[in-house]
């Protein structure tokens, strides 16, 4: 770019220097060539400022582009991370929940076999009850029968 400046300052130098001769500008064809060609060298310059603007700011673009996907590519490893532990939870959770089903039924058959016990224990009690009121009913009986026997 530096060329392209020192070219430009060139021809406005020439320009300045056949400008400040007493020629009409109509009349020296050479000055009006280099006029011409200090405008299309100027044109050229801006169109070349305006393309390197652009490709500055999709220089940015891009830069800020690959910051996000370095940012993404992290957020995927967190995220990879996270499904290993939700899969690890979720098998946590699947295990414990058979384990307390298995539990369950345990119970389950526990509770039933502890009533199967009680009602024999009743059906015991009732059992011993009944003789205990049978020997009770032999004992008064006896103990009346003794005590007329002592009486007469």
């Known amino acids: ?13 020439v320009a300045g220097a056949a400008a400040c001769s007493n020629a009409p500008d109509g009349d020296d064809p050479v000055l009006a060539e280099l006029r011409t060609e200090l405008a299309a060298r100027s ?3 801006s169109a070349l400022a305006d ?3 652009e490709l500055e700011s999709r220089l940015d673009r891009l830069t800020s582009d ?3 996907a370095e940012r993404l590519g992290g957020l995927d490893e967190q995220l990879a991370t996270l499904a290993d532990a939700v899969t690890d939870l979720d098998e946590r959770l ?3 929940a058979q384990t ?10 526990a509770a039933g076999d502890l009533r199967r016990s009680l009602t024999d ?9 009944g003789e205990a ?7 008064e009986t006896l103990r009346d029968r003794v005590d007329r026997l002592q009486r007469d």
């Open 1 to 13: 770019m530096s060329t392209l400046r020192s070219s430009v300052v060139a021809l406005a130098l």
């Open 43 to 45: 044109q050229a310059e």
């Open 51 to 53: 393309r390197v603007e």
């Open 66 to 68: 690959r910051s996000t």
């Open 94 to 96: 699947r295990t414990e």
């Open 100 to 109: 307390r089903e298995a539990q369950a039924e345990e119970a389950a058959e």
């Open 121 to 129: 224990v009743r059906g015991g009690i009732d059992q011993l009850q």
């Open 133 to 139: 009121d049978e020997l009770r009913t032999l004992y």
